[in-house]
């Protein structure tokens, strides 16, 4: 009688012990598997910010190509066509100025003077307040520290 309780002792003790080692094998997987889910939601979060960041970047360049435009385009004061000139390029300044808050609102930091500045020599050249420099020389600086700005952000990113 003995035997068999001791083996009934043995034999419960075995099934509780690899009930329990069953038990840990299944939260350790299960833990695993949930480790991989948050970093495939935190990759594709990452992507997606990225995408958008791109997006809004692209936005902004066209903006200012287009604000760009508009300065080489400026009549002459008192001209013909002065009128119809500030009829299409308010439009134009508005959305580059949009287009600057959306990089500040979803971009790098690192991004945000440069924009600053960009925005504020595109508005200057496209209302004259350059004096006598060329649109071209205005805009290079701030341009140029724009886009490698910007280009420093996306390889960061």
């Known amino acids: 009688m003995a035997a ?37 939601q935190i990759a594709a979060t990452t992507e997606s910010r990225r995408a958008e960041q791109i997006d809004v970047l692209k936005e902004f360049v066209s903006c200012a190509q287009a604000a760009e435009r508009a300065a080489y385009r400026r009549p002459d004061p008192w001209g013909d066509d002065q009128d119809g000139w500030m009829t299409q390029t308010g439009p134009v300044v508005t959305a580059l100025w949009t287009a600057s808050g959306n990089v500040t609102l979803l971009c790098d930091e690192a991004l945000r003077e440069p924009v600053r500045t960009y925005g504020h020599a595109l508005n200057a050249a496209v209302w004259r307040d350059i004096g006598d420099v060329e649109v071209n020389e205005h805009l290079e600086e701030a341009e140029t520290a724009f886009m490698d700005a910007a280009r420093a952000s996306l390889a960061g990113a």
């Open 4 to 40: 068999d309780l001791w083996t009934s002792v043995v034999s419960l003790s075995g099934v509780a012990l690899g009930g329990g080692l069953t038990a840990l094998a299944q939260r350790a997987t299960q833990r695993s598997a949930e480790r991989a889910e948050e970093r495939r």
